[in-house]
């Protein structure tokens, strides 16, 4: 499958389209990237060079892509971290460009607006525009916790049942001609064990909720892997639970083998040192109905 992938890109390190190309493309996808920023590495660092790419650029690289009649062949659109506002006006343009080209085309947006300990970290404005526009036009959508409880208003989600109440609400509110699918890939509930993260997934009647290891690794990048990996198993076919399984299976085989750099001192997704993993993750996955 041809996938539209529209990211930032980091020089060093593996975040945004720097985590998502790279994976998709071992798995057999041919991904054609626009990058929303190109830095010289991700912003935790509190220090980076580079540019955030002009949403007129952005438009323009699209109207290349259509006048090469390259729109009709995407079969998916991934995208995940807004800079600004006008940066998500200029995705929504693409996958509006897309759908005209293809109408069965999917969108998998990673509404990346914070996280908890962290807080809101995106320019004002972008957390407004996800919640008003993107999951409105949205197929698939992939908020971990945080971002779950500000795109449905409901901040304090510490139970399943108000976990699977936001997601419900977020679902209800996407594209009705689409699969409405929500997976949120962190959860820490009230019954979570301390030494396990959990995962919910929604699609139609179907509530999934995944349990993994938690692994004491701090790293960037881990939500944009997952959000691309999570998209191909469903383009492949596979049910929303499975796909989260597997993707979840992979990512925490990518962190497993993930260690600090001796000088940052900070950790870099292992995608080349697990590339294995990424297809063939030997890690099992807890899920159960819920």
Known sequence: MNILSIQSWVAYGHVGNAAAVFPLQSLGHEVWAIHTVQFSNHTGYGAWTGMVTPPDTIAGLVDGMAARGALAGVGAVLSGYVGDPATGDAILGAVR???????????????VIGDVGRGVFVRPGV?????????????????????????????????????????????????????????????????????????????????????TRRLDVQVNGAGDLIAALFLHHVCAGADAATALRRAASSVWSVLEATRPDPVTDRGELALIAARDAIANPTVEILAWQV
Do not use: Y
């Not at 460009?97 to 509404?111: I, N």
């Open 127 to 211: 957390a407004e525009f996800f919640a008003n526009q993107a999951v409105k036009q949205a197929d698939i959508l992939t908020p971990n916790l945080f971002e779950l409880g500000r795109l449905t208003g409901a901040p304090d989600i510490t139970t399943e049942v108000r976990a699977l109440a936001a997601a419900e609400a977020l679902a209800a509110r996407m594209r009705p001609a689409g699969p409405r699918i929500v997976a949120v890939t962190s959860l820490d509930l009230d019954d979570t064990p301390a030494d396990a993260l959990d995962l919910l997934v929604l699609h139609g009647d179907h509530r999934t909720r995944l349990r």
């Open 97 to 111: 460009r897309v759908r005209d080209a293809r109408q069965d085309a999917l969108w998998c947006c990673d509404p």
